[in-house]
């Protein structure tokens, strides 16, 4: 006898002759098959099913009919290519267990390559105060990565089209913004503060989606505001080495990177570019966009002056360090674009929060950066707000 499709019930049958007798049992006595949502479980049998067990307890026969004492029905099935019947209990797949892995590597490697950034990228910047350039290098370095991925097909190279690239246009332009205000926020203050002020990014979300997009939000979503803003004005009038262009340059990162993700939400609809590719294809695009600009403000002289000061001053060491943050700044940011092809946005945000915090921390301990302990509370009680936020907004 074959059960297809059939969610598993715990049930069993001991006694054969009930099979036979069945025509004998009242309407009311007689066996549902029906599909059964399990307390434990809810995942549903693709292979056939065998009834293994048929027991009828505390039933009677009596004068040729089925006499009713307890109706107590407990029925067991086992797959067809098992011999033991089903547990009720959740089996995790051993896909879902390797998924589970995967997702924890994407993660501690994205955290450590954002680490090792942010301290060659404040390196550089100490010694060559040129974050327009140093900007342009860093997506120099990924796109030459994934040029060379492409052709030489380490990497699978994305189909695009006209369409890709123009709703990828308003991407490339926050996303360009964004990075050039993140450098140049940390090329006048500590990485520490810079990385204080991003964590009110979801501030800024919340105030852009609200008032230009007409989006509203659970009260739980509003509250959380509250710890960020508050932490973040703390943390800001009790920073030591406090600086307006370092300040205002996390400022407008946020709301860049908020524009960039609406952006990137509402044009990549649709479109089946993996999220290593898209990321490729957003550093191409964006210093395409950056390239004449850094040279305006800039220019190639104060470069020159810049470089030969700062190799004179390191010597080659220097050299490594613009190589270095411009290698880690691409692939830590291709590991995030990668996750979430995996993970949920809340997933996502979430493991933002332990970036920052990872960054933070590792940024005073490295540079030696001087905190006084209410300022120290500030960037906790803004952290802390994000976590609140990011659960909240679910």
């Known amino acids: 006898m074959m059960i297809t499709n059939l969610k598993q019930p715990t049930i069993s049958f001991t006694n054969p002759n009930v099979l036979r007798q069945k025509s004998q049992i009242p309407t009311s006595q007689i066996v549902n098959f029906s599909p059964k949502i399990c307390r434990k479980s809810d995942l549903l049998i693709q292979k056939p099913l065998k009834i293994s067990n048929f027991d009828v307890i505390g039933l009677g026969f009596g004068n040729g009919f089925l006499r009713e004492r307890k109706s107590v ?21 051993p896909g879902e267990a390797a998924r589970k892995v995967k997702i924890g590597i994407y993660f501690a490697t994205w955290w450590a390559l954002n680490v090792v950034f942010n301290i060659y990228n404040k390196k550089v910047l100490n010694a060559f105060p040129y974050p327009w350039l140093t900007s342009t290098l860093s997506l120099a370095m990924g796109s030459l990565i994934m040029l060379v991925s492409w052709a030489t097909r380490v990497a699978e190279a994305p189909s695009t ?40 990014e979801p501030a800024f979300s919340v105030v852009v989606s609200r008032f230009l997009l007409g989006e509203s939000f659970p009260t739980g979503v ?50 089946s570019v993996s999220g290593m590719n898209y990321y490729a294809c957003l550093s191409i695009l964006s210093l395409v966009l950056l390239t004449p600009f850094a040279i305006a403000v800039e220019g190639p002289q104060m470069w020159a002056a810049g470089w030969e000061k700062a190799v004179s001053q390191i010597g080659p060491n220097f050299i490594w360090w613009v190589a270095a943050q411009s290698v880690f700044y691409h692939l830590y940011n291709q590991v995030s674009y990668m ?56």
């Open 73 to 93: 029905i407990k029925c067991e099935a086992y797959e067809a290519d098992r011999s033991e019947p089903i547990d009720d209990e959740v089996v995790e797949l």
């Open 161 to 200: 089209d006209i369409d890709f690239w123009k709703a990828l246009f308003p991407v490339a332009v926050a996303h360009t913004i964004g990075h050039v205000a993140a450098t140049v926020s940390m090329s006048k203050v500590a990485v520490s503060f810079t990385h204080i002020i991003k964590s009110a």
């Open 339 to 394: 996750s979430l092809d995996e993970i949920s946005p809340l997933t996502f945000s979430i493991g933002n929060t332990m970036k920052r915090i990872s960054v933070i921390v590792s940024s005073i301990i490295i540079f030696r950066t001087p905190v006084q302990p209410v300022n120290a509370l500030g960037a906790a009680i803004a952290i802390f707000g994000t976590f609140l936020y990011s659960q909240a907004k679910q």
């Open 222 to 271: 509003y509250l959380s505001l509250l710890p960020i803003i508050g932490g973040c004005a703390l943390a800001a009038v009790t920073e030591l080495n406090f600086n307006m262009i370092g300040f205002m340059g996390a400022m407008i990162s946020n709301l860049a990177f908020v524009f960039r993700n609406i952006f990137s939400k509402k044009g990549m609809k649709g479109k």
